[in-house]
């Protein structure tokens, strides 16, 4: 039976990273441009076996170092140094690349023997990567042949085997001895093929077909080449039938699969525009109200910047006034009228004089916190007078009836009135302190409320 096999499959590229060690000194990169030199002889063939420093790539998970060195011009032995049982983790199909490179083997006959000893394990990946080896980089050996292969592996040995190109033999040998002596017989005797119990109809072509199809099915996920069929009186022929349906099956799936991925890219591209239009949206009106606060904060400063120069102004006015009141009062003092009328000139010069001092200690004692009182006083009773906010605010600092009589310029009498239709307008009982009453907007204002 001819096995047919995909002329174009799709891409399967290394996933894994290559640690192949570089040269780290002038001598190893002058090294690396020399010709291999033999160093010793094959002892079953007597040809040289020769070696480069950095024709190996330590494998950190596994924990092995793999090494490749040349028998004669032509033959490269592979093996596993390690002192424990271990798995193939990842293919060094860079390294083969470089190997062959420096051999000068890139497109030439070139035989391949490869030392499974310590390996009880073949990783999905290592597969991946042999299938990506010998179906994107083309034939690259003549011949493979593995020895020491372990019981446990055995059955993915027969299936690296049967996945190889069909101008590429491989066989699984006993030890080094048989590889190297099959290898050179075929050498010696290029007509006759190695794998010629793998004619086709034979029982051995058939199982490689078998395994091939499967190992492509597994390995690699190449669904849409059909298995190919043994002739319909085959014994088994049914085994193959079978697994065509299950290539079919896993077919179907695939599809399956692929359809949900398109539609969960579909959904989420949908759901990713919807986002980007929630969030322009949500940026214009951001910038809409950072632009209505930047008027709102001008409109502030230039208000702030008003009242501070009137406040300017109005200390000015007191302090040229306390300047008369001064001079006014010494002028008192020394006036030549009655004792009684000096006395009480002298005392409304004092009267005025505290009561500029009080103005003005109530302009340096107004905090950011006092101003956030009067911006919630005013939000929760918007038609208080600005005397009225003036009076609450000299109520909330604690200051006496007296002491407000002096800074407004009123009687004792007369805050006391004010006092009264101040409480009426808050709206408060008669029971309830307007003391009080300030101190719990003055906390509000401090939380933020």
Known sequence: MVVTRLKNPKSFKHRYPLKIPKPQSPEQHFMKQKVPQPARQCPVTSLPVTTLPYWNAYHRNADYTATFEAIGNDILHAQVVTDHDTSLDYMDNELFQTVCSDLGLIGKETYVIINLNHIRKVTLAYKKDFANLVYNWGPIFSIMALYNV??????????VASICPDNACTFIAADYREAILRIMEYKNNPERSLCEDEKAGSNASVKKAFLNAL?????????????????????????????????KDMLAKEEEHQKKIAQIKQDGQQQLELNKILLNAKLDL????????????????????GKENELAQISAAVEEKAGLLGRMYELIETADIREEQKESLIGHCRKMIDAGTVEQQLRMELTEADSRFLSLL????????????????????????????????????GIETVRYRLHKKLGLQKHQSMKRHFASLSEKSRQGI
């Open 150 to 159: 372990h019981p446990d592996i055995a059955p993915v040995a027969e299936g």
């Open 215 to 247: 190992a492509r099915m597994c390995w690699i996920n190449m669904l849409e080449l059909p298995v190919p069929l043994p002739a319909a009186d085959h014994e088994y022929h049914p085994l193959f039938l079978a697994l065509e349906e299950h290539r």
């Open 286 to 305: 951001h910038t809409r109200y950072a632009s209505r606060f930047e008027h709102e904060t001008d409109a502030i400063r230039k208000t702030i910047a």
């Open 378 to 413: 005013k939000k929760e009773h918007p038609s208080l007078s600005e005397k009225e906010l003036r009076l609450s605010l000299l109520i909330k600092l604690d200051y006496d009836t007296r002491e407000i009589a002096r800074s407004t310029g009123l009687s004792n009498r």
